[in-house]
Every structure is written in C-alpha cells, then in structure tokens.
C-alpha cells in the first residue's frame, strides 16, 4: 500500500476554510475531491493500512489541525522517506494509496499516554513506488535539487494531475480512486 505526498502545506494560509464560503460555493466544494500527500515513515504509514477494512491516517505526530482540513472523499497517498521513524534506512517510496472515509477527526489511544487524532481511510489495493522516477512529471516539485523540502509540513496538497501519476506509478486502479 501507499501513501500520498501533497503539494502545499496544510495550514491555515494554504486553502480557505468551506465554512467560510456562501453555502453554493461551500456545496460545490464540498463535492469537489481534494489530493493529499502525507507524510510519515514505512512503518507508521503501513501500519495505517495494514488491516483490510479499518485503515486510517495520522499526521504530524498525531495533531489534529491538519486533518479537519481533509474531508470525506479526499484522495490521500502516504510518502515515506524513511523506513522508521528518525532512520537513516532511506526508503523515498509512496506506501499506499486511499479515500478519506466519512467521519470526523477522532482520538486514539495507542498506550503510553500518547493519544493522536486520526482518520478513517480506504485504502485500495497497490504497490509501493519510489518518488525518482517521477521527480520530473511531477507539477509540486519546482525545484529539482530540494524537492523533498515540500514534505517537512507533514501534509501536502496536490493537483488532480500528480495524485493521477502517483496512483499509476503505485498500479492502483483509477477508478477505485474515483478518477
């Protein structure tokens, strides 16, 4: 499985908030998929996707911020530069691939005291891709030398155009995407 990389980073300045929209254009939006690249390693990512059924999506160590800002229906495709978290075991790949389910942010108690919010994502059937090869076709990677600059939010929006390439470059089917 993978996960998206997206291409601006998910604060307030980067997309208006549909709440704040008239209520056609907030209709419209609302139907109006989004694409998104998150960021985590491997092991994290693949643990998200790891039970058919019950996936979901954690960012930036667990704040919720970032993810009310993901709706239902949105695309998203975790990158992973690494295989563990802080490893210098270098991976570079998208992991896996799915649709934002219908819910809102929740907590999640994973033990310890550390209780992230998270998502709930269907992901779909694909295979890992390295990010290389497509370094070049990719419309959020405008500075070739320091491309991996654009993942350090964490969270990522992307065109329509490189969520399409990433979900190919993964072997995902289109249509299961809603593409």
Known sequence: MTDAVLQHP???DAAPERG???L??????ATARRNWIAVACAQHARRGCA???TGYMQVCHGKVAPLQRIRPGDRVAYYAPTVTMGGKDRLQAFVSIGIVLPGSPYAFDMGGGFVPSRRDVAYVPAREAAIAPLLDALEFVDDRQRWGSKFRFGLLAVSDHDMRMIARAMQAELQSLHF
Do not use: I, K
């Open 51 to 53: 039970t058919p059924g």
């Open 10 to 12: 998910l604060w307030p």
């Open 20 to 22: 704040d929209m008239p």
């Open 24 to 29: 056609s254009a907030a209709t419209s939006a």
